[in-house]
């Protein structure tokens, strides 16, 4: 299955760089949508399907934190999983974006391997790429 992914980032070419880092990673990344502030994220997000928020901390207008406070106090947004990729790397910040509501933390600068790691944990991919074999198709003997 292919993720639709958001990524919110005020930076034009840390959005390309955080892009980049998810398709070089291996993930199985469908669409990506691009956001520059939260208030953008949540209008992109009410008209689109997304698999995934890719959100940075510290944004105009509104920022990473704001949008993740918002997300959860929508019924349908809410189920969204939530990254955060930020220079903000205090224990504090780490756990301030975890009680808000994110599902995972990169502090910058990453790696591919690191936002190939909390991808799949966040969305229950396996590590290794070997997913899993039951087609649905399995018959019942009640």
Do not use: H
């Not at 008209?47 to 993740?68: A, F, H, K, Q, R």
């Not at 808000?100 to 991919?125: H, S």
Request: charged share 25%; net charge negative; glycine share 8%.
């Amino acid at each position: 299955m292919a993720y639709n992914i958001l990524i919110v980032d005020d930076s034009l070419p840390m959005r390309a760089v955080v892009k980049k880092s998810i398709k070089m990673s291996g993930f199985n990344a469908g669409q990506f949508l691009y956001a520059s502030n939260g208030k953008e994220a949540l209008d992109i997000l009410r008209d689109n399907w997304c698999d995934l928020v890719v959100t940075d901390y510290n944004m105009p207008s509104m920022n990473g934190m704001e949008l993740i406070m918002e997300m959860k106090k929508d019924e349908t947004l809410s189920t969204i999983p939530i990254l955060v990729i930020t220079t903000e790397g205090s224990a504090r910040r780490v756990e301030e974006f975890m009680e808000a509501g994110a599902a995972g933390y990169i502090k910058k600068p990453f790696t591919p391997d690191q936002i190939r790691q909390q991808l799949n944990n966040i969305l229950g991919e396996p590590e290794n790429g070997e997913g899993n074999d039951d087609n649905g198709d399995e018959e019942f003997d009640f």
